[in-house]
């Protein structure tokens, strides 16, 4: 028996992919796909949260700003630099008509807003006590699935996503420790 990947990852993205069509016409579910996508774009609920945390303190405000700048550093590492090594075609092109969605520009591999989202839960983790991971692993799940629920991403993408995301966070608390901001 040989090993073949693709075939493999082409089996999981088709379970994941038909375990979610179970789901996709209730409107509860229509509702949350949509938002979590939307607020997954460019990084926005992460800013958001950078943003409310930093009220009345300057030294989290210098925070929120260094923050924001690494999701931005995060977002083009990943979109200009190692989507274009993989060039993979997305489920769909615009995603699935259910819902409301931005029509990508990028390739499918591995998903921008998994990675974003997992890099900015562990970096906020850091500047948050550590009660609240709970909550931002939470959201940078649903973000994370809405993204195969709308069909714009395999799943795969997503679990690519999530660990490029992970190791970029590590890098940037790396930094971040350099810099003493921790």
Excluded at 11 to 21: G, I, K, P, Q, W
Excluded at 66 to 89: A, Y
Excluded at 151 to 178: E, P
């Amino acid at each position: 028996m040989t090993f073949d990947p693709t075939a493999r990852f082409e089996r999981f993205d088709n379970t994941v992919d038909s375990a979610l069509e179970h789901i996709r016409d209730y409107k509860l579910v229509k509702v949350i796909f949509s938002i979590a996508s939307a607020v997954g774009d460019f990084g926005i609920l992460w800013h958001i949260i950078g943003l409310l945390r930093a009220i009345g303190s300057m030294d989290r405000l210098q925070q929120a700003v260094v923050f924001s700048c690494m999701i931005g550093i995060e977002s083009l590492l990943l979109n200009q630099g190692i989507k274009r090594l993989f060039r993979r075609s997305r489920p769909t092109t615009s995603g699935d008509d259910r819902f409301a969605l931005r029509t990508p520009r990028t390739s499918s591999f591995p998903s921008g807003h998994s990675s974003s989202a997992f890099f900015s839960s562990l970096v906020l983790t850091y500047f948050f006590a550590w009660q609240w991971w709970p909550l931002f692993y939470a959201l940078a799940m649903v973000i994370a699935i809405s993204r195969v629920g709308v069909r714009i991403h395999h799943a795969s993408d997503v679990v690519g996503g999530a660990i490029v995301g992970t190791l970029m966070g590590i890098a940037g608390l790396i930094f971040l420790n350099g810099i003493q901001l921790i």
